[in-house]
């Protein structure tokens, strides 16, 4: 699959203000322990500093560009914590796990372009 430039660009700009936005984390569970698991969660975020914001986006360009060479569609996102491909991204920019949202997902395709669920059941956006 061949992505342009613009669409590595937005996809990777739209991760690097989820790790940088400090979104309360959410499972779509209003029990006890999930709620309790959330506030655990949000105390671990931490504050990111420009630098490393730049060394995420540039690895994680660098991993979507290869993994586009594989596929024809990239999957990249978070259930409880990143997948390999944003968490190898955040490990070079010393970025916590825990930055990350629950339940986020991007999809992106040649064809599709990029769609986004943010969040536990939420419906698929085009970005």
Known sequence: MNLTKETIEK???????KVTANQPHSNGDNG????????????????ISKKQVEVFKKELAMR????????????????????????????EAGIPATNFPFKTWMYISEKDGIEVRDGYGAPPVRI
Do not use: F, H, R
Not at 32 to 47: G, N, P, Q, R, W
């Open 11 to 17: 996809a990777v700009n739209w991760w690097a203000e």
């Open 32 to 47: 006890y322990t999930s709620i309790v698991t959330c506030l655990l969660a949000d105390s671990m975020v931490k504050k």
């Open 64 to 91: 979507i560009e290869e993994e586009a060479k594989a596929w024809t569609e990239v999957s990249i996102g978070c259930d409880y914590g990143p997948c390999v491909m944003l968490e190898q991204a955040a490990l």
